[in-house]
């Protein structure tokens, strides 16, 4: 699955809201949805080798395919009990970063893979102003039927990891 980082469906519109094809996850309870113009692949669950020295949330790096991927676990990163893996675990790789020239991959295990949404900007709201420091990882949230989708902002999610860690430059 090819993405590139040229224009992107999803759009910010007036009243600042994003709209566009989202990948629905879950994480503990919780129903998230990243841009899909973000997802690379999903994986089922691998062997993760641990690094040391890094937040509880890197959970390390695996081989993809010959290329190094570093892996966070979603649930660690936002403050939730880490869940016991299953089935239907799986690694999310996502590509993150501005342009083609800094553009790198990351894995984000999550609990498990939803479906692909096509969330309308009249459907979606702006992030609470009590989210506070997690508001800065939430790009919206999307009222669907029954419930909520929290629309992640990945680039941001990411931004606040050591570029060694996530080996920028590969």
């Known amino acids: ?10 759009a910010i519109t007036q009243k600042g809201f994003t709209a566009g094809k989202f990948l629905s996850f879950q994480l503990s309870k919780e129903e998230y949805g990243i841009a899909i113009l973000r997802v690379r692949e999903i994986i089922g669950m691998v062997d993760v080798t641990p690094l ?8 390390g790096v695996i081989n993809l395919r010959g290329r190094i991927i570093p892996v966070i676990d979603l649930s ?9 893996f299953t089935n ?13 020239d800094t553009t790198f991959r990351v894995g ?11 969330i309308n900007a009249d459907h979606c709201e702006a992030t609470p102003r009590c989210a506070n420091a997690a508001g800065d990882y939430i790009a919206g ?30």
């Open 108 to 118: 984000c295990i999550v609990d498990t893979v939803s479906e692909v949404l096509t």
């Open 76 to 84: 660690r990163k936002f403050g939730m009990a880490p869940a016991e």
């Open 1 to 10: 699955m090819s993405t590139g980082l040229q224009q992107s469906p999803v």
């Open 52 to 59: 040391p020295r890094t937040p509880d949330f890197v959970r």
């Open 88 to 100: 239907e675990t799986c690694v999310v790789v996502v590509d993150v970063g501005k342009d083609i």
């Open 141 to 170: 949230l999307a009222k669907l039927k029954d419930r909520v989708l929290i629309l992640l902002d990945i680039e941001r999610v990411i931004s606040d990891l050591d570029p060694a860690i996530l080996g920028q430059g590969n």
